[in-house]
């Protein structure tokens, strides 16, 4: 670890700081329609869509509506993405003349980038057409994530109400979020991420000539080897600036070409790479000074910002230790850093981003559930990919996924009220809000989904050795991680892939599409019923036996909870994963 | 009755029956309605039937298999023992009230007028029965005619007698309770088996026992939590499987219950009675468990002046002279006049004079003096002696007597009256013939600790509020000296309701005490009302409390008990989740290390082999329900502090301990288990 990579760090860290709390506010005023200075671009365009469509902006839904609402808008379009995917070849903007998409894949696919999701089973570049990429992919990019912007104002409000019936209207939320806040945003990043050489066109790919030709010997299924000399190289282009913007805002992170960020048309610069992981943070990091300020808690929000924040370091502490470390089976090879190389362990990175950035981004897509990878997490160190992992099954809460992380975190700070709010000796209360047994059982509930779905999908894969074992590129715990990251990635909705696993197959793109629907369908209800149950309460007034949820105690509290909760259900899984085969390559063995 | 409330944590004979219950509640529909306990129960079937099958197999691992097996019984005995601890505390009670209850010979009033003699059990609710000295009152009434002493000790455990009259707020009449004097007419007000003592038995022995929201509430979170690690355990063979290292049934339902929280599970019931069994014991009979979790959350205390914050009386604490005239011969004139009296402001009259002037109590029999007792139409007593007409009383009804002999009150005089009114007095004027002598300054004297408490439960969150009939003036100054924060004067029992209606709107939970039938509203609408024993039996239905002392300070202590259990079950399950962590590092390696010799690292606490870790564990998670049941019984150590200092505390005692004992604990048990070659 050097200076200069913990400066980089914490300059990332300085920079999502500074931007919350306006980037905060200014949410709070566009989702409670205040004035805000876009009011005067945007306001006309929002009243005629709402006048084309037939919206009622001043109808107030109860929960059960917003969620009946939001699962059939997430519905209809999650079957217009698999129409398009199926159906490509006959639609326009397909230079490359892609056949259409499998239907399994296509499930997944449109599964995947529905729920806020991005994992991606197939590799872009020789798959989609730029339509289906823009179409549907991009569009999902933006709906996604203010899908999930508007489900967390909506348990915002359901905290702040008191003895409401409603949590505001699902149209409205999802508008104003897209066009106040994603479009914007969207459109400034991506001009910036052209500067920096991020590609935008139309174009077929360029054919180039190597410098120096390369011969490949490849040895197939029967044991024969053929020799081959490759002399031209395909090169992939596309509207990826646009793409790339709302790929890392809306912590969607399904990348434009298969390798994702670490790909030089998708993330060229180290300053690219500073703008794409502040993109991840900015607007999770934002939404908990929104809570702050419509729950007229500000400190409340800040306590919320501080518990992510300790998280988020101690993640980035182990996963940078573990990379800078480099591999111990790698004997005579210089692994110190220096001025001329970044050391420790440099598989699988890019050399233009070295350790830090690649410790770092790793950290920050898996805290956020983004899951755009500037490095293969492969060939990451077993405690350098165990962060990722454990960033995903603590609930991606960790400034989380847009809209996901807050709610997500919502729920925890719901249960370590509830544990340890009856230490104050009052039952427990939440901002002036009862938490009953409903409330209870509506968290439980959700709180038992998640490994549900990553245990169970995860235990019967590996149960069944054609089918499940036979996806795996690497055998022992390494294989283990690969399929339990597989099933973590999904369920949470990160879709950052470990790689390792040939997941384009028939079992893998059903399961994981099912996972994803999963993680975020099934866990949003009983979040909207909490919301809805808590808007009908009435408001304890606060005093001095309210149990403080504004204080550095309470952020420790809520720190335990979320560690506790999460690691005490995985902690078996990630023994037999990643720590075993920490511990086993330390004594000299790997997979 | 009240030596027998105070009885020892591990009275023998409780603790005999508690044994035998534990063995009768493992009974499976019973378990049930526990289901982490019930989980165990299941587990330690499944592992015994497998010890059998092991049996007949002569398996090696046979002396671990029956180890955790026995230890996995001794669990679900453990959390029974806890609740039959809790229960046998009451149902000791009840036994002594239910002899109370014995059938008696009831004298029945016919309409005609003429009586006769029914066995009380055939009473019914209208009936009016006659009670004559030394016979037991049959049943729960309402005098309607006459005047009697009535011992109460069966009910309140207190043996002075207390007085019962017909009319007014001391009306009501408990069956059970005995009439030492004179002789009363009752109406009965209940049927058989719906009186307060049955009700009473009812409750101190748990049979009606319902459990209460939040604890509702935790029972689905440790059910959630249940499922969680049930799910964690089941997957967990897979991965073994793949990794090589398949786990035996025993290892693994040992890793399950070790993880499921077992110890909150297994109090959790025991806290609840223990609670209520604690409100016995000061003396309070909760209705529901509901209105002691609400004691608990109250925001607002409603306290009565009277009797509550003052002591019943004034006190005189000031002579004030008018011009002319000596303290001395104020208090003189004062004593005198107050010789005769017998209210307690008289007394405390004669005793201030003789404090500060030594001015000794004179026999008025000896001086021929006429005593003029105070009388509602002159406000006014004193006395006539060889000429000297002194009178004390009010100011309006001195001036009036001075007018009346041609003088008038001084202004001097009216000011120091003015004065002593601002201050929260009463000021009372002394005359003499045609001459006003001064005032005496009569206090409200604020019991002692008050402010000291008041302050405690500012600390707290929660906010007293004085009720009185007093003017605003005074109101406020008594306010100040005991320092509630807010009061409500003049307060009539319309007030009192709109009071309460206000807080509640502002979602605010209020407690209150009341007596009489005026208060019975108040005491419905209000989260928490505690009816005084001796008051209308209006009141006490009204009420969701009983206060058999009568006491209304001890709302006070009503409120602490309901937060002290609300402490204790936040705390036991903080705990509980807290010791997971020990667990999976004695457990989790013990399982694996056979295969993957490297996970021996996270043997961190070097326990000797991985049979003894994962016994010990088993045995650790089964005594600590044991070690703690003394805890749950008694309720956490109780401050007034605020939510930040408490939270702050408990968490590092429950949540910081949690983590750290079970590892001191493991440890020793395992170093015990390897000294005796039990593993």
């Given amino acids: ?591 | 009755m009240a030596n027998t409330r105070k009885r020892s944590l591990w009275d023998g004979k409780i603790f005999r029956r508690a044994f035998l219950d534990a063995f009768v509640k493992l009974n499976p529909r019973t378990m049930m309605k526990n289901p982490v306990m019930f989980v165990v129960e299941i587990g330690s079937f499944i592992t015994t039937v497998y010890v059998f099958r092991n049996f007949a197999a002569h398996h090696h691992s046979l002396r671990f298999d029956i180890q955790i097996t026995l230890w996995l019984w001794f669990t679900v005995l453990f959390a029974n023992f806890a609740e039959a601890m809790a229960e046998g505390r009451g149902k000791a009670q009840a036994d002594a009230l239910r002899r109370a209850k014995s059938d008696t010979v009831a004298v029945r009033v016919l309409p005609n007028g003429s009586t006769e003699e029914v066995s009380s059990a055939l009473l019914r609710s209208g009936d009016v029965v006659l009670v004559v000295a030394g016979n037991m009152i049959p049943g729960d009434g309402e005098i309607i005619e006459g005047v009697a002493s009535v011992d109460e000790s069966a009910i309140t455990g207190e043996s002075a007698p207390v007085i019962r009259e017909a009319g007014g707020d001391r009306s009501a009449v408990t069956g059970g309770t005995r009439v030492l004097s004179d002789q009363i007419k009752v109406r009965i007000t209940s049927n058989p088996g719906e009186t307060f003592l049955d009700r009473m038995i009812a409750l101190v022995e748990g049979a009606e026992r319902q459990k209460t929201p939040n604890e509702i509430a935790l029972n689905i979170l440790l059910a959630g939590l249940t499922i969680i690690f049930l799910l964690a355990v089941v997957t967990l063979q897979p991965i073994a499987l793949y990794s090589s290292a398949p786990q035996s049934i025993f290892v693994l339902i040992s890793l399950l219950v070790c993880l499921i929280p077992t110890t909150i599970g297994g109090l959790l019931s025991a806290i609840g009675i223990a609670g209520m069994d604690r409100l016995v014991q000061h003396n309070v009979l909760a209705m529901s468990g509901r209105a002691v979790e609400a004691a608990g959350d109250v925001n607002t205390l409603l306290l009565d002046k009277t009797g509550t914050i003052t002591l019943g009386n004034r006190q005189a604490s000031e002579f004030i002279p008018a011009p002319g005239i000596t303290k001395e011969q104020l208090a003189d004139a004062a004593q005198i006049s107050s010789l005769p009296d017998e209210t307690p402001e008289g007394r405390s009259i004669v005793v201030l004079a003789k404090e500060m002037y030594g001015l000794r109590g004179r026999e008025l029999s000896e001086m021929q003096a006429e005593f003029v007792p105070f009388s509602a139409v002159t406000r006014m007593s004193g006395v006539n002696l060889d000429g000297r007409i002194i009178r004390k009383g009010s100011t309006d009804a001195i001036a009036a007597f001075l007018k009346e002999n041609g003088s008038s009150l001084p202004e001097e005089v009216r000011a120091v009256v003015e004065t002593v009114a601002r201050s929260g007095g009463t000021p009372l004027v002394v005359a003499e013939n045609r001459r006003a002598l001064g005032v005496i300054h009569l206090k409200d004297i604020v019991k002692g600790g008050m402010k000291e408490r008041f302050a405690q439960l500012r600390a707290m969150g929660i906010r007293t509020i004085m009720i009185t009939g007093d003017n605003p003036l005074t109101a406020a100054a008594i306010a100040r000296e005991a320092g509630v924060d807010d009061f409500l004067a003049e307060a009539k029992p319309k007030d009192k309701m709109d009071l309460i209606r206000r807080e509640q709107a502002e979602g605010k939970l209020v407690a209150m005490t009341g007596d009489g039938t005026n208060d019975a509203p108040a005491l419905a609408q209000a989260d928490v009302g505690v009816a005084m024993n001796t008051g209308t039996q209006a009141a006490k239905e009204a009420g969701n409390m009983v206060d058999l002392d009568s006491n209304p300070t001890k709302l006070i202590e009503i409120v602490e008990i309901g937060k002290q259990l609300l402490m204790t079950r936040g705390a036991l399950t903080t705990f509980s989740i807290a010791n997971d962590v020990a667990k999976y590092f004695a457990i989790l390696p013990a399982m694996f290390v056979a295969t993957f010799p490297v996970l021996a690292v996270l043997n961190i606490m070097h326990l000797k082999t991985p049979e003894s870790a994962i016994l010990s564990a088993v045995i650790f998670n089964a005594l600590i329900i044991v070690g703690l049941i003394p805890l749950a019984l008694r309720g956490v150590g109780y401050k007034a502090l605020s939510a930040e200092s408490l939270l702050r505390r408990n968490l590092i005692i429950y949540g910081l301990g949690g983590i750290v004992a079970p590892f001191i604990g493991i440890k020793l048990i395992d170093m015990i288990l390897t000294a005796v070659h039990l593993a």
Avoid at chain 1, 289 to 295: A, E, K, N, P
Avoid at chain 1, 304 to 328: D, K, R, W
């Fill in chain 1, 1 to 591: 670890m050097t200076a200069n990579g913990w400066f980089q760090i914490f300059l990332f860290f300085a920079l999502v700081l500074v931007c919350a709390k306006p980037l905060g506010v200014y949410m709070a005023r566009v989702f409670e329609r205040e004035k805000t200075y876009a009011d005067v671009v945007f306001r006309p365009v929002e009243r005629v869509i709402y006048r084309l469509t037939g919206i009622d902006e001043t109808h107030e839904m109860r929960w059960t509506e917003y969620a009946v609402t939001m699962l059939l808008f997430s519905a209809v379009t999650m079957v217009m993405t698999y129409a398009v995917e199926r159906l490509q070849q006959f639609l326009p903007l397909n230079p490359q003349h892609f056949s259409g998409v499998t239907p399994d894949l296509a499930f997944n696919t449109a599964a995947s980038f529905t729920s806020n999701t991005n994992w991606q089973s197939y590799v872009p570049e020789t798959t989609m057409s730029y339509l289906t990429q823009m179409l549907t992919l991009a569009y999902h990019n933006f709906f996604s994530a203010a899908v999930g912007i508007a489900l967390a104002i909506a348990l915002i409000r359901g905290i702040s109400r008191r003895e409401s019936k409603t949590l505001g209207n699902f149209w409205v939320d999802t508008t104003r979020a897209s066009l106040w806040v994603l479009l914007p945003m969207s459109i400034v990043v991506a001009l910036l991420l052209v500067s920096q050489g991020v590609v935008q066109n139309f174009r077929p790919y360029d054919h180039a000539r190597l410098v120096q030709a390369q011969t490949v010997t490849a040895t197939s299924a029967d044991g024969k080897s053929s020799t081959q000399t490759i002399t031209t190289q395909n090169i992939a282009q596309g509207p990826v600036a646009s793409q790339e913007a709302i790929k890392m805002l809306g912590t969607n992170g399904g990348g434009f070409f298969e390798a994702n960020s670490a790909h030089p048309f998708e993330n060229p610069t180290p300053f690219s790479n500073l703008i794409e992981m502040f993109l991840i943070f900015a607007i999770p990091g934002a939404l908990t000074v929104t809570l702050g300020r419509m729950t007229r808690a500000p400190k409340h929000g800040w306590a919320v910002f501080a518990a992510m924040t300790v998280l988020f370091f101690a993640g980035v502490l182990v996963a940078y230790h573990a990379e800078a470390q480099g591999n111990p089976l790698l004997h005579g090879v210089n692994q110190q850093a220096s001025a001329l190389q970044s050391g420790g362990n440099m598989e699988g990175k890019e050399v233009r981003f070295g350790i830090a950035n690649s410790a770092l981004f790793a950290t920050v897509t898996t805290d956020a559930s983004c899951g755009a990878v500037n490095g293969v997490l492969d060939s990451f160190m077993p405690l350098g990919g165990l962060v990722p992992l454990v960033n995903m099954m603590l609930g991606e809460v960790i400034f989380g996924g847009v809209g996901a992380g807050l709610y997500g975190m919502l729920i925890f700070v719901i249960l370590a009220v509830f544990i340890a709010g009856l230490m104050v000796g009052r039952t427990p209360e939440y901002l002036g809000k009862k938490i009953e047994s409903f409330d209870v059982k509506m968290a439980m509930l959700f709180v038992l989904i998640f490994p549900l779905s990553i245990l169970g999908f995860s235990a019967v894969a590996l149960m069944m050795p054609s089918a499940g074992l036979s996806a795996l590129g690497n055998s022992g715990p390494h294989g283990l991680t690969e399929i339990i990251y597989a099933y973590t990635s999904t369920t949470a909705n990160n879709g950052s892939a470990f790689a390792g696993l040939s997941a384009n197959t028939h079992w893998y793109n059903m399961s994981l599409g099912l996972a994803m629907l999963i993680g975020r369908f099934f866990m949003i209800v009983p979040m909207l019923a909490i919301a809805g149950n808590l808007a009908r309460k009435k408001l304890v007034p606060p005093s001095a036996g309210t149990f403080p949820v504004t204080t550095p105690l309470f952020t420790v509290l809520l720190v335990g909870v979320v560690v506790i909760v999460g690691a005490l259900t995985f902690f078996p899984a990630v023994t037999l994963g990643p720590i075993l085969e920490h511990l086993l390559l330390q004594a000299g063995k790997s997979f």
